[in-house]
C-alpha cells in the first residue's frame, strides 16, 4: 500500500537556496500512462539553480514546486491502463525531458526539437526531490546490476547532453582534437570520456589547478587553467596555431568568442547553454574567414542515454560524484553547489 503523504525538498517563491524546505507533501496521483517511482537518489543540475532563483520560470509560477530532473529510483506503481516495459521493482532513471509529441518536431523524432510543449521533469513538472515522483512510463530505463542508485542520479543530464552534443550533432571521429571548457561541470567531465572513448584528443580549462588534476584523472591529455593564462592564446601556441576541431562550449559570456578563435580552419563549436551568461558577441570575420561552424545542440534523446547505459555498466564510462547530502539538507546542498567548489555530481540521498 503506497502512503498519501511523503517528504520532499519544496519551495513556494523564487529566491537564493534559503526558499527550499524540507516538508510533507502529496503523494503524486497517477493518470493512464504514468508511472510512479520511488526515488532513492537525485542529482543536482544547474537548471535546479536557475528555475529556484527565478532567472527562468518554467513552472510559471505555480507554487509550491519540486525540483529534480535525474533520480535513481525503483518502479512501483503504474498508472490506469498503463503498459510498460519493466514489472515492478525494476530499478530504474529516466529520460527527463517531456515533450508534446504531436508537433512536426516530434512526430520526425526530434523530441528534443519540441515546438509546441517542451518541459523537463523537475523544471517544468514536480521532480524529484522527493520520496516518490511521476512521469510518463515510456521514459524509464532500467539500470544494470552494478549501477548504483547514486550513480543513476548523476547519469542522464550530464552524460546525455554530452552525448548528444559529441556524437549526434558534432560527429565526433577519431583523431579529431577538442576543447572541453569548464572541466568541473557534469557535461565537462562527461564529454572528456565520451571524447576519449571515441579516440579524440582533448584539451580541457577549469579555473583552479585541483580540478584540472582531476580532469587529468579522466584521462584529458592536456589542461589549461584559464585564470593564469589566456586559454585562446595558450591553445593556438599548443597547437602551432592551427587551432582545434571540434570545442565544447556551455558557459557563454565572453567564453563563447574565446572558443571561437581556439577553432582551426573548418571547425565547428557546439553549444548547449549559458551557464556564466547567455548575452555573447562574436567577431563574425573569423566565421566565414575560416569557415567556421557554430552548432546548438539541446539535451538529448531517450535513444542517447539507452546506448550508454551499457558502457556506464562497464566501466567504460563512469559518473564522477562529488559529494552526498540527505534530501533534507537540500538548501546546503543548493549552497555547496553555487560555490563552485566541487569537481563531479552533488546528490541528495532520499531516506525511506
Known amino acids: 500500500m503506497l502512503p498519501k503523504k511523503m517528504k520532499a525538498s519544496i519551495f513556494e517563491r523564487y529566491g537564493g537556496p534559503e526558499v527550499l524546505h524540507y516538508t510533507d507533501f502529496p503523494v503524486p496521483e497517477l ?3 504514468e508511472a510512479l517511482i520511488k526515488v532513492h537518489a537525485v542529482g543536482l ?4 539553480l536557475m528555475a529556484r532563483a527565478g532567472r ?8 509550491p514546486h519540486i525540483l529534480g530532473g535525474d533520480f535513481g ?11 510498460c516495459d519493466f514489472p515492478l521493482g525494476t530499478r530504474v532513471t529516466s529520460w527527463w525531458i517531456l515533450p508534446c509529441g504531436r508537433c512536426e518536431q516530434c512526430m520526425a523524432g526530434h523530441y528534443n526539437r519540441c515546438a509546441r510543449d517542451y518541459r523537463y521533469l523537475g523544471a517544468h513538472e514536480h521532480g524529484a526531490y522527493a520520496e516518490y515522483v511521476k512521469l510518463p ?7 544494470v546490476p552494478n549501477v548504483s542508485y547514486e550513480s543513476a542520479a548523476a547519469f542522464p543530464n550530464p552524460f546525455g547532453t554530452a552525448w548528444h552534443m559529441l556524437i549526434d550533432r558534432g560527429r565526433l571521429q577519431a583523431g579529431e582534437t577538442v576543447l572541453i571548457n569548464s572541466a568541473s561541470s557534469g557535461v565537462s567531465m562527461a564529454a572528456i570520456q ?12 577549469s579555473s583552479a589547478d585541483w580540478k584540472l588534476e582531476k580532469a587529468k584523472a579522466l584521462n584529458a591529455d592536456e589542461t589549461i587553467n584559464y585564470n593564469d593564462v589566456d586559454f585562446t592564446d595558450e591553445i593556438m601556441k599548443r597547437t602551432n596555431k592551427r587551432g582545434v576541431d571540434l570545442v565544447v562550449e556551455h558557459v557563454g559570456g565572453d567564453f563563447l568568442d574565446k572558443s571561437i578563435r581556439c577553432l582551426t ?14 548575452e555573447c558577441s562574436i567577431a563574425v570575420n573569423y566565421i566565414f574567414h575560416k569557415e567556421l561552424q557554430i552548432i546548438g545542440s539541446n539535451s538529448a534523446t531517450k535513444h542517447d542515454l539507452e546506448v550508454m547505459m551499457p558502457l556506464l555498466g562497464n566501466g567504460k564510462l563512469k559518473t564522477v560524484i562529488d559529494r552526498v547530502f540527505p534530501l533534507s539538507e537540500a538548501t546546503e546542498a543548493h549552497r555547496y553547489l553555487e560555490s563552485a567548489k566541487q569537481f563531479g555530481k552533488v546528490i541528495l540521498r532520499v531516506e525511506h
Not at 56 to 63: A, H, I, L, R
Not at 137 to 143: P, Q
Open 265 to 278: 580552419r573548418g571547425g565547428r563549436l557546439i553549444t548547449v547553454g549559458g551557464t556564466k551568461s547567455y
Open 56 to 63: 527562468y520560470k518554467p513552472n510559471k509560477g505555480k507554487f
Open 73 to 83: 529510483g525503483e518502479l512501483v506503481a503504474l498508472g490506469p491502463e498503463t503498459a
Open 137 to 143: 512510463a515510456d521514459h524509464l530505463i532500467a539500470l
Open 31 to 33: 493518470s493512464r500512462g
Open 45 to 48: 543540475n544547474g537548471y535546479d
Open 194 to 205: 565520451i571524447c576519449k572513448l571515441a579516440g579524440a584528443y582533448v584539451y580541457t580549462t
